[in-house]
């Protein structure tokens, strides 16, 4: 047995292959270039689709859900830079702080996801309600007015995907932060790379005014007090943390995994619907809302088809251009 | 030795070391546990809700504390078979989509061949489409293939327990795939070339030399492709159409109001998922201190 | 080294993979042992509140008995709670409490299989008009292959729809006793299905203000749901039909005959009410979670959900506007292609029996299209037999009225401006 592999191994990639990638061609593949082709069709599910090469399909959707898009795609990227916000101390702490509780705390982690989804959103819309534990105390305490509320808004949606896809974007960062050897971070800070200098804190005022503003612009509150809110609490965060031990050592390392994180944060959350339609209301519906609604309740496959396509075009496109700026070599990212 | 090399007085620390390293000790750790609470956070409510009595359907609102959902936890119709069916296709659907994923991480970082950049393509498309996509699309060929005379009838329609397994597959290999690679790619050849050295043939050291050493990434793998099955919902529902999984029956049961019972299942699942990580952290634990 | 850390090591390794085996048997032999007894074989007389065995033996004409003993399956896809159920009480004995189970067979379920023989297959399939089309009609339809289900129940426009592709089957009356006997006369005129050829209406339902009492008082008018007062804490449905038919009421127009000016009209106090952020959310059938968790006080709603919701809130009341509600009907039919279409006939003229109706009725809390199903119930449960939101009394049957049939293209443009407003 081990000669015979031994002779004929040239075949062996292709043997390990095949048996996946069949399985991928016939079920992902061949019904994707299927509905490829209904993007590009006309007719009602009634009267039945004709190929026509109906470009416009294309450009009318585009124009149509514009809006949709573009939520869309601040949702998403608002969701993932929160979510590394979050995530990146968390996996920093796990990576080199855990100790022998590493493991537990990966699997605390990833637990939520033994719970179905469903169940864990409809618990936030007990722990959001309007009279609630959170937003009713607040109310009772005079904090904010009557008619404040969490759920129903973008927030509220962008909260609900940033949660979802945690766990998602802190693995990836755990395990490039585990790869890094800890004698580079010692050496560097033995040479003198002080904890602070103003590249923390200008970092910190910029990625902080940027990021609360984008968020207040989405979820329609004030944009100017958010800008200033966050350029203050950015450059504390900036001063106190950002040293440039990370900055130069442990960020450039820690990159694939970032770029890993980023990826399976960003795609699902573009394309999500469920919690815009649990938690959302309808000035803040996203685009896969729209294509959930063409698919199963207007049946307009070509629409659909065509949105779908866009969608994923967009998705690769915003790939493609991290890839290049991060220089990683193939789309899955060098090491997860 | 020449001339004694003085030694270099470490420079007194300032302020903002302190501070970092402050942070370092106490900050981070602190912070780390308020997140990992963050995450938990709905699945306590959830638990919590499960011991709830509600006044009638809709179970939203604490009222009263019950043991009598936990006593009878399969009562609303359906809810058992929904889950057995969540368990059976999610480890189905994890060890074939494991084994095939693996083989072809292994395939893409350990050999030359042609063709590779359509590989990656072809792996990581299907984590950039919305699963809605990936659904409709499935519930159309498994329609159509009614049609073709080399697929027996009744092979894919009517749909049921079968193609949402395949569904599952399908979606997970690619999931795999990442993370097994990243576990093999990090990893030194020149224990398997040792190995062969040895007199091994490839087929001994891939089960005594590799397979061990890459058995964290498989398992992390399996693990991540269970969670997605036994979750997923939208690519489920396209490819259901009879049968009932555990997530499908709760989406049912949402207007007339989800029953405790369902929270009860969920609380069971993850706690005794937490469970078996705890005891076998435990037994970790005590292994090496007997050593 | 190898002696000492070999037995704890692999003693190691057995105790946890015992404790890992015997925690999954554990929880399995758990699942296994708590599976209510028999499945679905809960007495039929346990029931409470649902009607003894001896109503069908009121019923005006002869229920099944006719028929025979057909045999055979039935394979019956419905929305939920649309039956009645058994309300088995759980271990705790009690009924009302949170181990309470709804379970099926429901007993005219078990009534009909001793009546005919026939095993029922029955699945709270439908969710959604359209997206049960989607997934379970429409993929088999199109390619002249029959559907997995024999008997379905589609609201007014799927049914109108249905028609008009010719993918249903005309209902076989010819051994009947109680269908189209019993049905009561307005529902032979219906445009889409005159005589009631094709479809046989299951329950009838109302669209009208849904509201918390004790937060908003009574409410009577449409104005309601364009009242600032209401701001955030407000619902819409999902469904074009209900909404732009109220709105359109609203302006004093007939939803049976609107025109494209008037329907644009209404679409645009729709729009202006979203624009405004009055509108919470638009929802399907999960408006009755907000407004059982308090977050929305007042919504569009359906007659026969806020009955079954008033034990989670007993304070939430529905009201049809006097200027006017909006009537539907859930539609019982065959489609095409369906292999057991016998026994599906015979499922229909079992329930159009009165005594039958009573039973389902007495449950559900809808709209009862079968004649003489009110004195039936009154036999069994006067409160409801007297409930207007189950019998509606003359005046509210002259204001509500159902959405005009529309073709193909101006269902799609109506369905595209609906969808353009509600942000889809």
């Known amino acids: 047995m081990g000669e015979w592999a031994f002779r004929h191994r040239q075949w062996a990639p292709y043997l390990l292959l095949a048996p996946g990638l069949i399985w991928l061609a016939i079920f992902y593949a061949f019904p994707a270039f299927q509905m490829f082709l209904a993007s590009l069709s006309v007719g009602t599910i009634e009267t039945g689709f004709t190929f026509t090469f ?38 920093y702490a796990i990576a080199f702080r855990a100790g022998r509780y590493r493991n537990l705390m990966l699997f605390l982690v990833i637990a939520p996801f033994f719970t179905s989804f469903l169940l864990r959103t409809l618990s936030w819309k007990i722990i959001l309600s309007d009279n609630g534990m959170i937003v009713g105390v607040l109310k009772s305490l005079g904090v904010v007015p009557e008619d404040f509320r969490l759920l129903a808004t973008p927030a509220a949606v962008v909260a609900g995907i940033t949660y979802n896809f945690l766990p998602f974007m802190t693995l990836p960062l755990y395990v490039a932060l585990e790869k890094i050897d800890r004698r580079l971070v010692e050496a560097a800070e033995d040479l003198y790379a002080g904890p602070w200098r103003p590249g923390g804190t200008i970092v910190g005022t910029l990625v902080g005014a940027g990021l609360v503003g984008v968020l207040t612009w989405i979820f329609e509150w004030s944009v100017p007090a958010g800008v200033v809110f966050g350029a203050v609490v950015g450059g504390l965060i900036g001063t106190l943390f950002v040293s440039q031990s990370f900055l130069w050592v442990i960020l450039p390392l820690s990159l694939p995994g970032v770029f890993a994180g980023s990826l399976l944060t960003f795609i699902p959350a573009v394309g999500d619907y469920v919690n815009a339609e649990l938690l959302g209301t309808p000035t803040a519906q996203m685009i896969g809302n729209v294509i959930q609604s063409r698919f199963l309740k207007v049946n307009d496959i070509p629409t659909a088809s065509a949105l779908s396509f866009t969608l994923m075009a967009m998705i690769l496109f915003a790939v493609f251009i991290y890839a290049r700026a991060l220089g990683t070599e193939d789309l899955t990212g060098g090491a997860v | 030795m020449g001339t004694a090399i003085p030694a270099v007085q470490a420079a007194p620390r300032p302020l903002s070391q302190r501070i970092a390293r402050v942070f370092d000790r106490w900050l981070l750790p602190i912070y780390a546990v308020m997140a990992v609470l963050y995450l938990m956070l709905p699945v306590a409510v959830m638990i919590l809700f499960s011991f709830n009595d509600p006044v009638g359907k809709f179970n939203l ?73 990936l659904g409709s699309s499935l519930l159309t060929l498994f329609i159509a293939t009614n049609q073709y005379a080399f697929v027996p009838e009744g092979t894919f329609y009517p749909l049921g327990l079968h193609t949402v397994l395949i569904a599952h597959i399908m979606f997970n290999i690619s999931f795999v795939v990442v993370t097994v690679k990243a576990r093999v790619e990090g990893f030194p050849r020149n224990l398997e070339e040792a190995g062969l050295d040895l007199y091994a043939n490839e087929w001994t050291v891939f089960w005594k030399v590799t397979f061990p050493l890459i058995l964290p990434g498989i398992l992390a793998a399996a693990l991540l492709a269970f969670s997605l099955s036994i979750d997923d919902f939208v690519v489920t529902n396209f490819t259901a159409g009879q049968a009932t999984t555990f997530p499908l029956w709760i989406y049912g049961a949402q207007k007339t109001g989800v029953p405790v019972q369902a929270n009860v299942i969920g609380s069971m699942i993850f706690l005794s998922a937490v469970g078996l990580v705890v005891i076998s952290v435990l037994l970790q634990r005590r292994s090496s201190a007997g050593r | 080294m190898t002696e000492r850390d070999s037995s704890p090591l692999t003693g190691a390794l057995s105790r946890r993979r015992l404790l890992q085996g015997s925690a999954l048997a554990g929880i399995g032999a758990f699942i296994a042992a708590c599976r209510p007894a028999g499945g679905g074989v809960a007495s039929p007389t346990a029931a409470g509140s649902t009607a003894p065995t001896e109503a069908p033996s009121t019923g005006a004409s002869a229920p099944a008995a006719s028929t025979g003993q057909l045999g055979g399956k039935l394979n019956f896809a419905n929305w939920t709670a649309y039956i009645d159920l058994t309300v088995d009480p759980g271990p705790d004995g009690q009924e009302g409490t949170a181990d309470d189970a709804y379970v099926l067979p429901s007993p005219t379920l078990d009534q009909f299989t001793q009546a005919t023989g026939i095993e029922v297959n029955y699945k709270e399939a439908v969710n959604d008009n359209e997206e049960f089309y989607g997934t379970d009609l429409q993929g088999p339809l199109s390619q002249n292959q029959p559907t997995a289900w024999d008997l379905i129940v589609m609201t007014d426009f799927m049914a109108a729809r249905l028609i008009r592709q010719g993918w249903v089957e005309t209902i076989d009356t010819s051994g009947m006793t109680n269908f189209p006997t019993n049905l009561e006369d307005a529902y032979l005129t219906r445009t889409f299905d005159p005589g009631a050829k094709m479809t046989a209406p299951w329950q009838s339902g109302m669209t009208g203000i849904g509201f918390d009492s004790a937060k908003t008082g009574e409410l009577s008018s449409l104005d309601d749901f364009w009242d600032p007062k209401y701001k955030g804490k407000l619902d819409y449905l999902s469904e074009m039909r209900d909404a732009v038919g109220l709105s359109a009421i609203r302006l004093g127009f007939d939803p049976s005959t609107i025109t494209d000016d008037q329907f644009d009209k209404s679409l645009a106090e729709i729009k202006k009410a979203i624009d405004s952020k009055l509108v919470r959310t638009i929802k399907g059938n999960d408006y009755l ?9 007042v919504s569009m709603a359906w007659s026969g959900d806020i009955i079954q919701l008033n034990k989670d809130k007993p304070t939430l009341a529905f009201a049809v506007a006097k200027e006017g509600g909006m009537l539907w009907t859930d539609n019982m039919m065959i489609p095409k292609g369906a292999p057991n279409k016998k026994q599906a006939e015979a499922f229909i003229d079992f329930y159009y029996d009165p005594g039958i109706a009573a039973q389902v009725e007495d449950f559900v809390n809808y709209v009862c299209p079968v004649k003489g199903a009110k004195e039936a119930l009154l036999a069994i449960n006067p409160d409801n037999a007297n409930n207007p939101l189950m019998f509606p009394p003359a005046d509210v049957l002259a204001r509500i009225k159902v959405f005009k049939g529309l073709d193909e293209a101006t269902e799609k443009k109506y369905l595209n401006a609906w969808n353009t407003v509600i942000g889809l």
């Open chain 3, 289 to 297: 979670t907000d407004l059982a968790s308090g977050d929305v006080i």
């Open chain 1, 54 to 91: 109906q470009v416009s399909n294309y450009t009318d959707s585009l124009t149509r859900y514009s809006d949709q898009f573009i939520r869309s795609l601040a949702y998403g990227l608002a969701a993932t830079i929160i979510a590394f916000l979050i995530a990146f101390p968390l996996a």
């Open chain 2, 61 to 133: 609102v604490w009222h009263e504390f019950s043991l009598a959902a936990w006593q009878n936890p399969l009562a609303p119709p359906g809810l058992g078979s929904a889950v057995l069916n969540s368990l059976i296709v999610a480890f189905l659907a994890t060890i074939f989509a494991t084994i095939l994923g693996t083989l072809i991480a292994l395939a893409l970082v350990r050999h030359r061949f042609r063709g590779r950049s359509a590989t990656n393509l072809l792996i990581f498309l299907p984590m950039s489409t919305p699963e809605i996509v």
